[in-house]
């Protein structure tokens, strides 16, 4: 069962990731010989994993327990070979190991806010779709364009206290107008699990990230499901194809632009090929307005139109 209450601890998450790492790993896959043995459960077994990366299988098995807290960067590095892990997973594996800062207690999640440089960043770019978004992937603020693309069907409104912002996060599970927004809803959830995991290994003591995460994982079988795999997804640039209500079906490439230190707002950014049909249409947003009367979220039920 995923762990979802209370701060998220990092060993936690450690050995979490490494057990389901190592089950979406089969023999075949690292070039290992079964001799046609059947097998309990999927996976490579630990003694495997711990003999690729060349380390002893109790050693691994503290490690994967969470009975361990001083692996060093090689031995990380060997199991993240072993594991087959990317570049991404590769970073989270070693943020989760990392120790944590001793005598002093978590401090409170400090309010995110918009700073006047990503106001006047928003401001410039009046006309192309832009949203600023927190670390807990609520929405900070919007352009026009950027609220008449991922959610037209909301009150645009005005700056909103912690709690009664739009949550993309939310909404791509829970609210059915932004899940049939996106062609391949699933491309999009997967990205959203993924960013979700990067953030929560870089803060795990943050409570109101973790109480976003087992909201989820309650109400949305879905998000359960990939939050339970551990995949890491750093989407920064990705294709998407959408169904807008008001213009219809276009491809917009999404763009999230961050500081080097990965700290602050993110400002997320949509744009079209130049002279496309999806350019076009993303030219009529600017004069699409704000709907009458803009209708509440209505929640996602899991499945999709025909």
């Known amino acids: 069962m995923p762990r979802i209450l209370g701060p998220m601890d990092k060993h936690g998450q450690l050995a979490d990731f490494l057990q389901a790492r190592r089950g979406l790993l089969r023999p075949e896959d690292v070039g290992l010989r079964t001799y046609g043995e059947r097998r309990r459960v999927p996976g490579l077994r630990r003694e495997e994993l711990a003999m690729l990366a060349g380390i002893s299988a109790p050693y691994y098995t503290r490690l994967e327990q969470g009975r361990s807290r001083n692996a060093s960067p090689e031995v990380l590095d060997a199991i993240a070979t072993a594991l087959c892990l990317d570049g991404s997973e590769r970073a989270h594996l070693h943020e989760l190991a990392r120790p944590p800062k001793r005598g002093r207690a978590a401090p409170r999640p400090r309010p995110e806010h918009v700073t006047p440089a990503t106001s006047a960043l928003l401001t410039a770019l009046e006309g192309t779709p832009a949203i600023v978004m927190g670390r807990r992937s609520d929405v900070l603020a919007w352009n026009t364009q950027g609220h008449a693309l991922f959610a037209g069907h909301l009150d645009r409104g005005g700056p909103a206290e912690p709690g009664t ?99 602050g707002p993110a400002v997320v950014i949509a744009t079209a090929a130049p002279g496309s049909p999806s350019a076009a249409a993303l030219a009529l947003l600017a004069h699409a307005g704000e709907p009458s009367g803009a209708a509440p979220l209505r929640e996602s039920t899991g499945s999709r139109p025909a």
């Not at 219809?248 to 632009?257: D, F, M, P, R």
Request: include cysteine; glycine fraction near 6%; aromatic fraction near 6%.
């Open 165 to 263: 912002r739009p949550n993309m996060a939310r909404m791509v599970f829970l609210d059915a107008h932004t899940r049939d927004l996106y062609a391949d809803w699933p491309a999009k959830a997967r990205a959203v699990v993924g960013n979700l995991r990067l953030t929560a290994g870089r803060h795990p003591e943050d409570p109101l990230l973790a109480g976003l995460v087992g909201e989820l994982i309650i109400r949305s079988p879905e998000f359960a499901a990939m939050w339970a795999d551990h995949r890491i997804l750093a989407c920064d640039v990705a294709d998407y194809e959408m169904r807008h209500p008001t213009v219809g079906a276009l491809t917009v490439t999404q763009q999230t632009v961050q500081s080097p230190q990965g700290s």
